[in-house]
């Protein structure tokens, strides 16, 4: 019994801050483009020849 008086609050703790980092990860924009990624890798883009080269 006096392990649940130990292990509750750190569970709790743990999804807390498992909630804030999700919100955390919304309001900074990592799942703004969720099908972007998936189709840039099937297109064939010459991106080496559309850039300016740098300087």
Same mark, same amino acid.
């Given at each position: 019994?006096?392990?649940?008086? @130990?292990?509750?609050?750190?569970?709790? @703790?743990?999804?807390?801050?498992?909630?804030? !980092?999700?919100?955390?990860?919304?309001?900074?924009?990592? @799942?703004?483009? /969720?099908?972007?990624? !998936?189709?840039?890798?099937? /297109?064939?883009?010459?991106? %080496? %020849? %559309?850039?300016? !080269?740098? %300087?």
């Amino acid at each position: 019994m006096s392990g649940l008086l @130990f292990l509750i609050p750190i569970a709790l @703790f743990m999804g807390l801050l498992g909630l804030l !980092a999700f919100v955390w990860a919304l309001k900074s924009g990592q @799942f703004d483009d /969720l099908d972007g990624a !998936a189709q840039r890798i099937l /297109l064939e883009e010459d991106e %080496e %020849e %559309e850039r300016p !080269a740098r %300087e």
